[in-house]
């Protein structure tokens, strides 16, 4: 399995990327319903405890490889990241608009790069700091609408969240490296969850049973299935061959499809103001594409 994993050239991992995006565009209107049921924290137990039994089951001889000294703490190091970005994010979405969380949780693909310089001393290069700030403006114009932008408790909260999933993924990329990007998803699943069942019971009221709608269920299978245990691997194996920076550029396009899904389900209307922002999108990952090739060219001539 292993050696058909490395015969997929890089463009196929960062398919995996781009496909995660449209499922975890999609989620940013599933998550604000199924939140409404249970508190953030329960929400984010019960959807990665599930998420991570499943993969567990399916992918069991590749977390027997990980369960290592060294694996688990990896493996439980993220799943403490997770639990934290997630949970701030959630709470976030209780407290502001889809658009907005989406917009505020993409600002990540800024601070990647900011981050990596922060620890490694190696500057990313100006191509990416122009290629995250133009992708940033452009999520802006394509995620808030006009005179609506603030800073409450939900966008504070959102952008705490942001700061965790860009450590997140700088971590992501380092432990792919070492262990199997299925067997460390799934101790980070299982251990995001746990700490979502006692931080979530232990500080959020309990949900009433029988009030619970039959439409949460198809939102929940929503959330573990496809948002979970589908994109998570796309994104832990696509980043394990993809690099930081480019990755979180790539990623950061789930808030453009959160937005289309507000509009298909919301009848949000699409603005010019929008449109720029896609344009804007759209341009910065051709900076982050086109200028490393173009570098590297250079340096073989």
Known sequence: MMNKMKDIPVAGYKAMLF??????GAAFVVMKDAVEILGPAQLVGVRFI??????GAVFHKKLRKVLT???LRAGITMGIILFVAFWLQTLG???????????????Y???VPLIVWMISRRFPGWSCIIAAITCVAGIGLVSVAPGTFGIGFGDAATLAGAV?????IIFISRFTKIYSAIGITI???LCCGVLGLIFGFAFEPMPQIDAIPASFFADLAYLVLLSSCVCYVCQNVGLAHVPPAQGSLILSLESVFGVICSVLFYGEVLTAQMIVGFI???IAILISELAPRRKRSEQTA
Do not use: R
């Open 280 to 282: 804007l999108i759209f």
């Open 50 to 55: 599930l998420a991570g039994l499943i993969l």
């Open 93 to 107: 979405l209780a407290n502001t608009t889809p658009g907005k969380n989406a917009f505020l949780t993409a600002t």
């Open 69 to 71: 000294p060294g694996g």
């Open 187 to 189: 101790i980070q699943f």
């Open 164 to 168: 965790v999933f860009a450590l997140e």
């Open 109 to 111: 693909c800024v601070m």
């Open 19 to 24: 496909f995660s995006t449209i499922i975890w």
